[in-house]
């Protein structure tokens, strides 16, 4: 069973940053393009970043500049390390697989899902 696990949230100040993790199981997800998602409260899932199998990246304009995504495909595991971060970056963090050679940024081509973790932002 392939299974995505998401760790790192938690609660930092304006400016802070965290690192997320998603660590993959069941299968190797070196060939699939990753993506992370969010979901701020009271709103829809919107994109935030995706990375290729050969690594090539795609960010939302909200986060360009701020955000990294990044892969280590011996470790099965997808990193987004956020900075600068922003009381508006506050939302429930998903990351998802899907088998791309593009990153993809629309939620429901993706075929696998984390539980998310929270994130919040305080001003």
């Known amino acids: 069973q392939a299974q995505l696990v998401e760790s790192g949230g938690g609660l930092v100040q304006a400016g802070g940053s965290l690192r997320l993790s998603c660590a993959a199981s069941g299968r190797t997800f070196s060939g699939y393009a990753m993506g992370w998602f969010r979901q701020p409260p009271g709103k829809e899932r919107e994109f935030v970043a995706a990375i290729t199998a050969g690594s090539g990246t795609y960010y939302s304009d909200s986060v360009k500049g701020r955000f990294t995504i990044s892969r280590d495909n011996a470790k099965n595991t997808v990193y987004l390390q956020m900075n600068s971060l922003k009381p508006e970056d506050t939302a429930v963090y998903y990351c998802?697989?899907?088998?791309?050679?593009?990153?993809?940024?629309?939620?429901?081509?993706?075929?696998?899902w984390g539980q998310g973790t929270q994130v919040t932002v305080s001003s």
């Open positions: 998802a697989a899907v088998i791309s050679p593009r990153p993809v940024r629309i939620a429901n081509m993706y075929d696998y």
